[in-house]
């Protein structure tokens, strides 16, 4: 059965109006002396015009687009443009002008961004490589959680035997994480959703740098701890987020050579500080992880979320893009800042409960 525009029948829509909830574009209209009369919202992002404004300035370049058509009469078609030619990174558009079959003989122009399909091709050659990943990973994921079947069994013996070891309990709990990241894996290839619960980032912050910690191996690492969050309680799968946190942290150990530091802060921020493309009224934790370490080339920075792509020599290229999906899965994102040779700095921003 074909399907309905449900706005077709509503009473008082305008021209404009089905224009804008028919197709994915910004859509302006101009009067017969060119004076704009209705800007879409999507066109207001676009052009970077100021919400609501009545009398807008459009950009010279759409200005004479739109006199073109006026002077001919003829529709231009997805004609590409740069907004501001003296601006190095200006935005460039496609731009249709038409003239629209009406009594009031109005001009109607629809713009797209070609930075929005760009950031959409990128998402599907990723989605593509993730797919090839997930086969491979599959196949990966059993072999390895069947070996660690007879792994485990060993490693409980041992730990029965030596209890009051220091790190007897945390060699447990990787275990258990061993166990449960081979199953993550998993994801590649089905995807699955978390287990939602209340839990403590900090504590999770403080088992992960506890076993960080053991992991320098003589090098003259310090470690900053600043977990200043008023609060720390959110929702979200502990041991999905402890695998996250200790893969940044393991990464960051491993940066740093001889001697450096390794710094994890956490602080609470309002909405509006969050800079994220959803606002909503919750509160957001940043939590940073810093290390003064090799840092990261230009070059690498750009693939550093790619499954299997690494730069060590004995790396799976996993680890951070399993933290990604699962940053992501918890409706956070993950950023990192870093210049070779001076270290790098991973922002994790997870909302907290509400």
Known sequence: MASVNPNLGRPGLNFEDLLQTSCACGVLSLDPAGAVTFVSPDAEKILRLPPGEKSPKLPATLQALIAETQATGQTITDRKIVLDPDRGRSPAISVTVMPAASREKKLIVLLKDFSSTKKLEHSLRRLDRLASAGTLSAGMAHEIRNALVAVKTFVDLLLEKNKDDELAEIVGQEMERMVAMVSQILKFAVPAQ?????????????????????????????????????????????????QAFVNLL?????????????????????????????????????????????GITEENMARLFEPFFTTKQNGTGLGLAVTRRIIEEHNGTIQVESQSGEGTTFTVMLPMKA
């Open 194 to 242: 978390p287990i939602f619960a209340s839990l403590s980032v900090h504590k999770i912050l403080d088992r992960t740098l506890l076993l960080a910690q053991h992991r320098v191996e003589g090098r003259l690492v310090t470690f900053e701890r600043k977990l200043q969050a008023e609060k720390d309680v959110l929702e979200g799968d502990q041991h999905q987020l402890e």
């Open 250 to 294: 393991l990464n960051a150990v491993e940066a740093i050579n001889a001697n450096g530091t390794l710094a994890v802060s956490t602080e609470l921020l309002a909405d509006d500080q969050a800079q994220l493309r959803e606002r909503d009224a919750r509160r957001w934790m940043r939590i940073r992880i810093s290390d003064t370490g090799a």
